[in-house]
């Protein structure tokens, strides 16, 4: 076990309790003076789709625009979490805005997140709970739960916040 981590990841699917897990993994960064990611993985487009929209825009103008939403998207999540106004959390994301770094990637969500914490040599990964249903405290969400099967990364589940 480490007793320090370099490489924090946030794994985010910008839901709702989002921010609350943010704070934790900006908290713990902060604490072992690591630098950390945020990751947000948009969902994989069928690729009968993508063909069908190159036919109709053009190869070139469908790659432009997927760099365009990839921006947008990069922007938009950066914006969220460093414009929030939580109290007590500025001082914090001021003094840690230089070890932040935000990502966006497109597939299927644990593999996404498995990919980037081995691109970035994350040593920790945190991530959201979603409680779903009457057998809720027996079950993680299905993205945590697949993630915790199949690294061997430490991973820091925060439950939603009630």
Not at 41 to 46: A, N, Q, R
Not at 114 to 120: G, M, N, Q, R, S
Not at 155 to 160: A, D, G, K, R, W
């Amino acid at each position: 076990m480490k007793e320090r981590y370099a490489r924090v990841l946030y794994a985010t699917d910008q839901g709702p309790g989002s921010r609350v897990v943010f704070r934790h993994a900006l908290l713990t960064a902060r604490l072992h003076g690591a630098r950390l990611f945020v990751l947000h993985v948009l969902p994989e487009v069928e690729e009968a789709v993508i063909q069908s929209v190159a036919a109709v825009m053009g190869q070139d103008t469908l790659i432009d625009e997927e760099r365009k939403h990839f921006d947008e998207q990069g922007e938009e999540l950066r914006n969220r979490f460093m414009e929030n106004r939580e109290a007590g959390l500025q001082e914090y994301l001021v003094e840690m805005k230089e070890n932040i770094e935000f990502a966006i990637s497109h597939g299927r969500p644990v593999a996404g997140i498995l990919a980037f914490a081995d691109e970035v040599n994350a040593d920790l990964i945190v991530i959201g709970a979603h409680r779903r249903g009457v057998i809720h405290p027996f079950f993680l969400g299905s993205v945590a739960g697949r993630l915790l099967r199949r690294t061997r990364l430490p991973v820091l589940v925060v439950p939603p916040d009630k």
